[in-house]
């Protein structure tokens, strides 16, 4: 079975900085592309960042220069360093993760638990 575990979500204060980790665990082929997405009250869920398994990467306009995501495919584990953030940051931010079970099967996407961004002015 498979899970993602989620940390380092936080109070934080306007300006300020957190990381944020994501590792996907159990047993299984490859883990393919990954991406936080976040979800603000009374908003809908938006991608804020995905990386493929060789790179490429993809931000949202509103974080673009302030945030970094990053993989180490040996530790199957996904990153998002957040910079300069602005209380409109403030979100429950979820890891998700396209997984391979076996060479054969096709892509199956999991959901972290989400963790909870605080971002006070």
């Known amino acids: 079975q498979v899970q993602l575990v989620e940390s380092g979500g936080g109070l934080v204060q306007a300006g300020g900085s957190l990381r944020l980790s994501c590792t996907a665990s159990g047993t299984f082929f490859r883990a393919n592309a990954m991406a936080w997405y976040r979800q603000a009250p009374g908003k809908q869920r938006e991608l804020v960042a995905s990386?493929?398994?060789?790179?490429?990467?993809n931000y949202a306009d509103s974080v673009k220069g302030r945030f970094t995501i990053s993989r180490d495919n040996s530790k199957n584990t996904a990153y998002l360093q957040m910079k300069s953030l602005k209380p409109e940051d403030t979100a429950v931010y979820y890891c998700?993760?396209?997984?391979?079970?076996?060479?054969?099967?096709?892509?199956?996407?999991?959901w972290g638990q989400g963790t909870q961004v605080t971002v006070s002015s």
């Open positions: 998700n993760v396209d997984i391979k079970l076996t060479w054969y099967s096709a892509e199956n996407d999991y």
């Open positions: 990386i493929t398994s060789g790179g490429p990467t």
